[in-house]
């Protein structure tokens, strides 16, 4: 395992299941000295020490309000890429136009740095540039989390799947919307559905996203770009959600917002849309707080993948498992 000198943006709750799997890692004895996270950042600006923060020091002190508490030295987060870090780590809340985050990527890049993200803002509307960047500089993005949380998705693409080409997907990838969804489908109404949600830890900072149905759009321009080959932005597809004025008056059938990929016409069509699955489908069978996919492959098969629970923690382990890959981590 390699030197890992790692910056943390975004201590939500998602930075916080980092936090903690890292700081159980290292208790466990899985990670030597040289894997260190450097800084954390949270929207009040960054704690840092070159020689290795303790995470559940910070963990400790953001649990009480403030990582400041932690005693760590202080400085501004925008100038977190100006530390002697390896891996910038970002997941931080999603912006609108995603312009943020491209900086960020374009610059570490720039200096070195490898980026995993959870954030799907930057790769749902600059995807083509931020890849051509990464790959001009010699430098990786794993973004494994940004779809499908702790389900494998592009890992298992990547080590498990090698000889097959992707030929179609369909996905239920936004758990929040879809468990509003069938709340408000069992006589419940919008804004107590997004309360149940929210105490779960799965909706966003901005809920519209979720609900709205942005949330899974940029998860399905993802999957189109990384498994198709296409160059999509979030302008290029059409998607739905649910708000106050849904009407579920006389639907029928199981209806969920499910992301679905796949070749027409000798183009890559995308979209993230309401749809009546089929009995057969065996997207039917997952639960109100689960994400899944069926994955059409070239020798394969139709490949089935379901988590039970999607929440801020399955996240965090898929981060963590991207950053552990690019520290050359290996079990014993």
């Not at 931020?130 to 990786?140: K, Y």
């Not at 199981?254 to 089929?278: N, P, T, W, Y």
């Not at 009995?279 to 994955?295: A, F, N, R």
């Amino acid at each position: 395992m390699k030197e890992s000198r790692i910056s943390l943006i975004g201590a939500g709750n998602v930075g916080k299941g980092i936090l903690s799997i890292i700081q159980g890692m290292k208790d466990q004895g899985q990670l030597k000295e040289d894997f260190r996270i450097i800084s954390v950042s949270d929207s009040r600006g960054t704690v840092f020490d070159p020689q290795g923060i303790n995470p559940g020091k910070v963990l400790n002190a953001k649990e009480h309000g403030d990582i400041f508490r932690s005693g760590y030295s202080k400085m501004d987060t925008d100038d977190v890429l100006s530390l002697k870090s390896d891996i910038i780590v970002d997941v931080s809340p999603a912006t609108r136009d995603g312009k943020a985050g491209r900086d960020l990527y374009m610059e570490s890049f720039s200096l070195g740095k490898h980026v995993v993200t959870a954030n799907k803002a930057p790769l749902s509307f600059f995807w083509k540039e931020i890849m051509n960047r990464a790959a001009s500089s010699g430098r990786e993005i794993r973004y494994e989390s940004t779809v499908a949380g702790g389900v494998p998705l592009f890992n298992l693409r990547d080590y498990c799947l090698l000889p097959s080409a992707v030929l179609d997907f369909h996905g239920i990838v936004s758990s929040t919307v879809n468990y509003v969804l069938r709340k408000m489908r069992s006589g419940m109404d919008f804004n107590q559905a997004l309360e149940e949600a929210s105490k779960l830890g799965i909706v966003e900072a901005n809920f519209r996203d979720d609900t709205d149905g942005i949330d899974s759009a940029r998860k399905t321009v993802i999957l189109a770009n990384s498994l198709f080959g296409s160059s999509l932005t979030l302008n290029d597809i059409k998607y739905q959600g649910v708000n106050e004025n849904t009407n579920f008056d006389g639907a029928t059938g199981e209806q969920r917002i499910v992301a679905s990929v796949g070749f027409a016409d000798g183009k890559v069509r995308a979209r993230s849309i309401l749809e009546i699955l089929e009995s057969e489908d065996p997207l039917i069978t997952l639960k109100p707080q689960s994400l899944g996919y069926v994955m059409k492959t070239g020798f394969s098969g139709e490949i089935f993948v379901a988590g039970l629970r999607d929440g801020p923690i399955e996240t965090a382990s898929g981060v963590v498992n991207d950053i552990l890959l690019l520290s050359g981590f290996r079990r014993i």
